[in-house]
């Protein structure tokens, strides 16, 4: 009985594999250019906040005196 299921898993699998389609996926498309179906409007873009990045060799801001690759930045 178990090596019939697996045939038939088996001969299942390829049945599905051979009658498969590939279909292009139009919405995707009108998405990555900003353009979405419900409105037809562009999508603004979100500026990213400016963080002030410590380089490795600054002073820590923690105030121990150390670099920052000592202090914290391990």
Do not use: H, W
């Amino acid at each position: 009985m178990f090596d019939k299921l697996l045939q038939r898993i088996d001969s299942q699998t390829t049945t599905y594999l051979l009658k498969a389609e590939v279909r292009q996926n139009s919405e995707r498309k009108k998405v990555a250019e900003g353009v979405t179906n419900e409105n037809s409007t562009k999508v603004k873009k979100k500026t990213p906040k400016r963080v002030e990045k410590i380089g490795r060799n600054d002073p820590c801001p923690c105030g121990s005196g150390k670099k920052y690759k000592q202090c914290c930045g391990k």
